[in-house]
């Protein structure tokens, strides 16, 4: 008897533990810095056609990754989604992403939108290009990110701050490209061109641009897709600098699978399905921004903006040399 109830306990005890196991195959946690009513409809997309459903955090990026730090290898978490390069890599920097070998994933986004090792893939593409009042220039008088800092321009230009992870991401990429003192002296140029201090948000910045209050800005395509929406008729116009030279600057949105998820396969699935056909379309869409993967066309709206050039440097650089724009900025007084 005593034999036969190790038996039936054992039974029970595996009967248990695969049903547990196939309850958390069944579930991907995912820690997100994008919105809400950015990612939900994906998520929702996702558990319909796959049956695995998709639980999820927002928040803050900084604030996600110091999370995971603190969480360690009790981290519910199972894929981190944020914006910026420069974030992704801090979180493979800090160990709390893990490689990911897939080739879909691979075949998908471009070498120079993901990880060199594989830790994060870019799932958006985001350009950070110029911005003029259609009332005072035209394109002609526009062209390159570096020409901005021409004396030419003094009293004419806006910014946004210098905090944002987003200008410090393309005072990174300018360093990969200049170096530190080319770079040091375009940056000073353009503190010396500001019509007013910076801005805190792109979108302020874009509506003094078409305000008059200056005549010419760098911020996120976006931003501009969305004043687009609320007013077809705002005089502004989205212009493609350095195509004769490295190209438009670019960032990304993207994921990876942490460093300790309970369920690598499904987030490694999820991630796959964010870089498909379908997905794709949804991703960049919902936000007007470009898909990572290049053989998806961006929406009509985005379209419509034309065509560029995109810098091809990895936008790890964005992240490796985050610290030393950092500094070069406070140099060179862009606060």
Same mark, same amino acid.
């Given at each position: 008897?005593?034999?036969?109830?190790?038996?039936?306990?054992?039974?029970?005890?595996?009967?248990?533990?695969?049903?547990?196991?196939?309850?958390?195959?069944?579930?991907?946690?995912?820690?997100?810095?994008?919105?809400?009513?950015?990612?939900?409809?994906?998520?929702?997309?996702?558990?319909?056609?796959?049956?695995?459903?998709?639980? $999820?955090?927002?928040?803050?990026?900084?604030?996600?990754?110091?999370?995971?730090?603190?969480?360690?290898?009790?981290?519910?978490?199972?894929?981190?989604?944020?914006?910026?390069?420069?974030?992704?890599?801090?979180?493979?920097?800090?160990?709390?992403?893990?490689?990911?070998?897939?080739?879909?994933?691979?075949?998908?986004?471009?070498?120079?939108?993901?990880?060199?090792?594989? =830790?994060?893939?870019?799932?958006?593409?985001?350009?950070?290009?110029?911005?003029?009042?259609?009332?005072?220039?035209?394109?002609?008088?526009?062209?390159?990110?570096e020409d901005l800092a021409d004396p030419k321009w003094k009293g004419k230009?806006?910014?946004?701050?210098?905090?944002?992870?987003?200008? =410090?991401?393309?005072?990174?990429?300018?360093?990969?490209?200049?170096?530190?003192?080319?770079?040091?002296?375009?940056?000073?140029?353009?503190?010396?061109?500001?019509?007013?201090?910076?801005?805190?948000?792109?979108?302020?910045?874009?509506?003094?641009?078409?305000?008059?209050?200056?005549?010419?800005?760098?911020?996120?395509?976006?931003?501009?897709?969305?004043?687009?929406?609320?007013?077809?008729?705002?005089?502004?116009?989205?212009?493609?600098?350095n195509q004769q030279s490295s190209g438009v600057h670019v960032n990304i949105?993207?994921?990876?699978?942490?460093?300790?998820?309970?369920?690598?396969?499904?987030?490694?699935?999820?991630?796959?399905?964010?870089?498909?056909?379908?997905?794709?379309?949804?991703?960049?869409?919902?936000?007007?921004?470009?898909?990572?993967?290049?053989?998806?066309?961006?929406?009509?709206?985005?379209?419509?903006?034309?065509? $560029?050039?995109?810098? =091809?440097?990895?936008?790890?650089?964005?992240?490796?040399?985050?610290?030393?724009?950092?500094?070069?900025?406070?140099?060179?007084?862009?606060?």
């Open positions: 008897m005593q034999c036969k109830q190790w038996v039936i306990l054992a039974a029970a005890l595996m009967t248990t533990w695969v049903s547990h196991s196939a309850l958390a195959s069944d579930e991907v946690v995912v820690y997100s810095a994008r919105n809400e009513q950015l990612i939900k409809p994906l998520f929702d997309a996702y558990t319909k056609e796959s049956g695995v459903e998709v639980k $999820f955090i927002t928040g803050k990026a900084g604030s996600l990754l110091q999370r995971l730090k603190a969480e360690g290898d009790n981290t519910p978490a199972d894929l981190l989604i944020t914006v910026d390069a420069g974030n992704l890599w801090q979180a493979a920097n800090m160990g709390l992403l893990q490689p990911v070998s897939s080739a879909k994933l691979s075949e998908a986004i471009p070498a120079h939108l993901r990880d060199p090792d594989n =830790q994060w893939y870019g799932l958006s593409v985001r350009a950070r290009t110029i911005v003029y009042n259609t009332n005072k220039l035209n394109d002609s008088d526009l062209s390159t990110y230009l806006c910014l946004r701050t210098a905090k944002k992870v987003y200008n =410090q991401s393309l005072v990174a990429m300018m360093i990969a490209e200049h170096g530190e003192s080319q770079t040091e002296a375009i940056v000073k140029g353009w503190v010396a061109n500001l019509a007013t201090k910076p801005f805190s948000s792109d979108t302020k910045m874009m509506e003094a641009v078409a305000a008059g209050q200056c005549e010419v800005g760098i911020g996120n395509t976006y931003y501009f897709g969305r004043l687009e929406d609320k007013d077809p008729t705002i005089p502004l116009k989205l212009f493609w600098p949105s993207g994921g990876g699978v942490t460093k300790y998820a309970s369920n690598v396969n499904g987030a490694t699935a999820l991630l796959e399905w964010l870089a498909s056909d379908k997905a794709q379309n949804l991703f960049s869409d919902s936000n007007h921004e470009y898909p990572a993967n290049a053989q998806i066309k961006p929406s009509a709206q985005v379209t419509a903006w034309g065509s $560029f050039k995109g810098n =091809q440097v990895n936008v790890a650089k964005a992240g490796e040399l985050q610290v030393d724009a950092v500094k070069l900025m406070d140099r060179a007084r862009y606060k």
